[in-house]
């Protein structure tokens, strides 16, 4: 068995954490995932998320976006802490579910350190992506579902929600410079990528994303028809 990484990305406030959840929930009932693992294509399912999908990675978490005091955290020592959480998730978490045959949910990969560390706080492109080469040993994403907002729209969804970590807390202006890094990213990687409308309702937007990684299962793992035939469509939430 070989698994599958599928990455949700998008600038704050976009519910890329909420839709994986609901996506995690729809795989462990859903008759897709039942024929894999009855094929013994697919182990199961697991959702984790960068940073904090370690031990290591949830203390480093804390440290990148809860501080504890007024020090500042300087654009090249955040992007090596991210490089490390990064480095341990693949060692410890997601290579190790590869191998095993997982589908594997994650929030956040790559693409957000290029995002926020090369367009949001103006670092070299190139050094990121060396970093995350270093990091990911070669790991890539099998698919990226980049939840597209518009940047006022989602600031305006966390601060509803009270209180704001230090990502959330920058200017309009570094978010405005984040969402162009995700929108570039989608263009170069549209192989993998897929573009999900954020502003649609929760339903809509899970039901879409349902679909999509129906096709992508069915591209990934084919079935004899007379398994695949029997799998239902979406289902409403």
């Known amino acids: 068995m070989q698994g599958k990484l599928i990455v949700f990305e998008g600038i704050e406030g976009c519910g890329k954490t909420t839709q994986l959840q609901l996506l995690f929930d729809w795989l462990q009932s859903s008759a897709e995932l039942r024929s894999l693992q009855a094929s013994q294509l697919v182990a199961g399912v697991v959702k984790t998320r960068q940073p904090g999908g370690t031990y290591l990675g949830a203390q480093l978490r804390q440290i990148l976006l809860q501080p504890q005091d007024s020090e500042q955290i300087q654009p090249t020592a955040e992007l090596l802490l991210y490089a490390a959480d990064r480095a341990q998730h693949i ?28 367009y949001g706080r103006g670092l070299s492109l190139s ?18 579902l980049w939840l597209k907002l ?11 929600r009270g209180l704001t970590d230090r990502m959330e807390q920058a200017d309009l202006s570094f978010h ?22 954020a502003k649609d309702s929760q339903t809509a937007i899970a039901q879409h994303i349902q679909s999509i990684l129906q096709a992508k299962l069915s591209q990934w793992y084919p079935l004899p028809s007379s398994l695949s035939s029997a799998n239902p469509k979406p289902s409403n939430f």
Not at 127 to 144: C, M, Y
Not at 150 to 160: I, S
């Open 176 to 197: 405005r410079r984040v969402q162009q890094g995700f929108e570039d990213l989608a263009q170069s990687n549209a192989h993998t990528t897929q573009v999900i409308e």
């Open 127 to 144: 050094l990121i992506e060396q970093l995350n080469q270093i990091a990911t040993g070669g790991v890539k994403s099998d698919l990226t």
């Open 150 to 160: 518009d940047v006022a729209v989602g600031l305006d969804r966390t601060r509803q």
């Open 91 to 118: 060692d410890e978490m997601i290579r190790p579910c590869l191998a095993a045959g997982y589908l594997i949910l994650c929030d956040r990969f790559t693409a957000s350190t290029l995002a926020y560390q090369g």
